[in-house]
Every structure is written in C-alpha cells, then in structure tokens.
C-alpha cells in the first residue's frame, strides 16, 4: 500500500495524495495498490450506499443548482477545468471594489453570476461537513469532483438511471508510466531524441 497523509479527526477520509512518489508501478492483479481514481471513485460508491449522502444532495443543492442562471452555471460546468473551484472560490467576488463594478458592465455581470453561486457554495458545504468529506478545513477537491459531476449530469438527464447514483470525473487516468515498467518513453528521453533528430537534419 502507498503511504498516505490522514486526517485524525476524520476516520474514513484515508484517500489523498500521497506522501511522497514511489517508483512501483499499478498492478493490476494487486488488491491493495488500486489506481487513485479507482479507489477514490469506490470510497465514494461506498459511503453512498451506507449513508444518506444522495438523499441530501439531491435535495437542497441539487435544487440550488437547477436555479441557476445560465451565466452562475457556466462558472462551474464542463467549460471549467475543475467545475467545484468555481463554485468554491465565487466568495471572493463579494469584496470587489464596487467602483470597478461600477465602471465595467462585464465585470458587474461576472460578479452578479459569482455571487450567486454562494448559497450552493454554503449547502455544498455543508454536505461535505456532514459526511466527513474534508481535509485541512475544507471540502477535498477530488470528493467534491464527484459531487459537482452528479449535480451536472442530474441536472442535465434528470430521468436517466445513470444519474440516481454518483458520477464520478475523470480528471486522474486509471494506469500511468512507471520507471519500473518496460516499454515505456519518458517524456524529457522523447523530447531530446526529437530534438537530436532535428539537429542531424539541419547538420546534412
């Protein structure tokens, strides 16, 4: 198993980055060292079955999130590499100087999207606290990536039996290149050959 940081106060929150990179590669045929996304994607599968976690998304957020304009939902959709941090950071909008939103209809209107944004930013919350889906004092990104992911294909294919459980993005591959693995080209190995290559053609 890779060693990983644990929170103390939270039991079952066991899977974040790990502490330091290790050169052993994914095995596929070994219970105990999971690709990250597979083992976060089954904590997550996991805690639903056993908790209220869909009861209550599916409730005051997911209502929330069906309310938006489309200009607060466009901050945390598919158009964003990681859709929660634009709901997670659109406080900040609330202390913008008022003379530069004053002076600038596109920034008004960004703000006015921003801050809307903030009382599902506060449920969304609130969700993470109540089930133990936090580090460091706030909510883990890549549980609250599962998260976002379901309230936008909810919101989007409200009937279709895939969205009455979790969906879960696909920001981490499930395999990747290990030192320890044959048949593999470092990135930097294949840059220098493509730049040898180069050179011997400008030499002729």
Request: charged share 25%; aromatic share 8%.
């Given at each position: 198993?890779?060693?990983?940081?644990?929170?103390?106060?939270?039991?079952?929150?066991?899977?974040?980055?790990?502490?330091?990179?290790?050169?052993?590669?994914?095995?596929?045929?070994?219970?105990?060292?999971?690709?990250?996304?597979?083992?976060?994607k089954r904590f997550m599968n996991i805690l639903a079955a056993n908790s209220r976690l869909?009861?209550?998304?599916?409730?005051?957020?997911?209502?929330?999130?069906?309310?938006?304009?489309?200009?607060?939902?466009?901050?945390?959709?598919?158009?964003?590499?990681?859709?929660?941090?634009?709901?997670?950071?659109?406080?900040?909008?609330?202390?913008?100087?008022?003379?530069?939103?004053?002076?600038?209809?596109?920034?008004?209107?960004?703000?006015?999207?921003?801050?809307?944004?903030?009382?599902?930013?506060?449920?969304?919350?609130?969700?993470?606290?109540?089930?133990?889906?936090?580090?460091?004092?706030?909510?883990?990104?890549?549980?609250?990536?599962?998260?976002?992911?379901?309230?936008?294909?909810?919101?989007?294919?409200?009937?279709?039996?895939?969205?009455?459980?979790?969906?879960?993005?696909?920001?981490?591959?499930?395999?990747?290149?290990?030192?320890?693995?044959?048949?593999?080209?470092?990135?930097?190995?294949?840059?220098?050959?493509?730049?040898?290559?180069?050179?011997?053609?400008?030499?002729?």
């Amino acid at each position: 198993m890779r060693p990983v940081q644990r929170n103390p106060d939270l039991p079952h929150n066991f899977i974040e980055l790990p502490t330091q990179t290790l050169p052993q590669a994914f095995r596929p045929g070994d219970p105990d060292n999971l690709p990250l996304q597979e083992a976060r994607k089954r904590f997550m599968n996991i805690l639903a079955a056993n908790s209220r976690l869909k009861n209550r998304l599916f409730n005051k957020p997911l209502r929330l999130w069906m309310s938006l304009t489309p200009a607060a939902a466009k901050l945390c959709n598919w158009d964003c590499i990681v859709p929660w941090f634009g709901i997670l950071y659109c406080a900040q909008w609330k202390d913008l100087d008022a003379t530069i939103a004053a002076g600038d209809p596109q920034i008004a209107e960004e703000q006015r999207a921003n801050i809307e944004l903030i009382p599902l930013r506060e449920a969304l919350i609130n969700l993470a606290l109540q089930f133990g889906l936090m580090y460091r004092g706030e909510p883990s990104t890549w549980a609250m990536g599962t998260i976002v992911e379901t309230l936008i294909w909810r919101g989007r294919h409200p009937t279709s039996k895939r969205t009455r459980d979790l969906v879960h993005d696909t920001m981490l591959h499930q395999a990747y290149p290990s030192r320890t693995e044959t048949d593999w080209v470092k990135p930097r190995l294949a840059t220098d050959a493509h730049t040898s290559s180069l050179k011997r053609k400008k030499a002729k």
